[in-house]
Each structure stands twice: as C-alpha cells, then as structure tokens.
C-alpha cells in the first residue's frame, strides 16, 4: 500500500475487555515497531519485528500485551483485561531494512483506545 | 537509560519569523537523530534524520543540527507559515533500531 495502515482508527473498550488492533505495514517492508503515546508525552517503544520473528519486546509494560505478525506482514497488537491507563494512540512503523544508518521509520496514524 | 528532552514544550511566533527548537539526549552513543512532526490526528512524518557521523542536515526550509559530544540536536525553521504549525518530536535511534523520542514541542505559527 501507499502508507502503513492502521485499524481501528478509534476503539472504546469497558475496563477488563480483550482488544486487537491491526497494523499493515508498507509493502515490501522488513521490521515492523509498535509505540504507545499517552496524551501530551512522546511516542514510547513497545515491541519489534524483523519479519515474523520479534527481536525486541523490552517496551511491552505487562503479560497483558501480546504482539505477532506470523507472516511477516500483517501484525496485530493484543491487550487483554483493558485497564484505563491502558488508554492512549498505539502507532505501528515500519521500515524498509532489517538495519542500517538510514533506515527510516514510517508511521501509521494510529489507533486510539480509550479504556472505559 | 537514554532520556530525551525537548525544549520549550510550546512556541507560539508570528508568520514569518525564524525560530529554533532545541532536543538533547543524555547518551551520546546514538545511531542516529531525527526530527519528525505530528499534525493532531494524523502519524509522525519523518522531516529530517542525521546520521552519527554528521553535523548538519537541510532540507527546504528546515535545517537540523547534531551535536553528539554534548548531546544536543536543534532545529531551525526559517521563515515559518502558518502550515508549519504542529508538534515536532525529536528521536534518538540506538543500536537495536528503537526510537527513544522526546515529549515534543508544540509549534503555533499566527498569521
């Protein structure tokens, strides 16, 4: 596609509901990076993917969260049990290289979830 | 642990002027910096990114420096307009290819 797509664009959970939220990356593209923004702070790592295999979880805050992306495309961002701190615009990035100096990070516009 | 801050958290200047935000990290061991913007609503757009090995980077009317030895990035905005109101973050890359970023700077150019 032209750009990362993200989906959905907004989503209302109740508190302790199970959300998933998809990321499809721009085509051809090797690693794939999850964010959290909270309102008015910058975007935080989550997790990492150079294709299917996930390199880098470090930024994931609980065993609640739960990323994949089985055919090194397509990822999916879970969380179980929604707590309201919960609560903030999830952006999914990908770029075109496993690695390297100048391999830029293309952003989708995000889902907002918001944890009733 | 890499911290990155951005300062100020918000400018509001008149149409036309030039105008400089600051970002500075606390580990000079980056990949590399870049500078994105945030239109409310929308994903980051890449502007800028400088490579550990250079000082400078321009492109249009933006112009964004790296100084890795006392950790501090600027970017300068020449002759801002209107349109270029919106938040600009400030990222450092680490070796393992996360993005550690700032808070942002919340930029409001006033026709």
């Known amino acids: 596609g032209a750009g990362v797509s993200q989906s959905p664009r907004y989503k209302v959970a109740k508190r302790g509901q199970d959300v998933a939220l998809r990321c499809d990356p721009i085509s051809g593209h090797v690693s794939l990076f999850w964010y959290q923004q909270a309102l008015g702070q910058g975007p935080e790592f989550l997790t990492y993917?150079?294709?299917?295999?996930?390199?880098?979880k470090s930024g994931l805050p609980s065993d609640r969260f739960f990323a994949e992306r089985p055919e090194g495309s397509v990822s999916t961002l879970k969380i179980q049990r929604t707590q309201q701190e919960d609560s903030a615009v999830y952006l999914c990035?990908?770029?075109?290289?496993?690695?390297?100096?100048?391999?830029?990070?293309?952003f989708g516009a995000g889902t907002r979830l918001s944890v009733l | 642990k890499q911290e990155v801050t951005q300062i100020p958290a918000a400018l509001s200047v008149p149409e036309g002027e030039n105008l400089v935000l600051n970002c500075s990290f606390t580990?000079?061991?980056?990949?590399?910096l870049q500078w994105f913007r945030q239109d409310p609503g929308k994903g980051l757009t890449s502007l800028l990114l400088i490579q550990s090995s250079q000082r400078e980077q321009t492109s249009g009317r933006l112009n964004a420096s790296l100084d890795k030895s006392s950790g501090r990035s600027t970017l300068y905005i020449a002759a801002s307009q209107p349109g270029d109101s919106a938040t600009y973050l400030c990222a450092v890359r680490l070796g393992s290819e996360k993005l550690v970023f700032g808070k942002g700077t919340k930029l409001t150019v006033n026709p």
């Open positions: 993917f150079q294709n299917e295999a996930q390199l880098d």
């Open positions: 990035a990908s770029s075109l290289r496993a690695t390297g100096e100048k391999n830029i990070q293309y």
């Open positions: 580990d000079s061991a980056i990949y590399n």
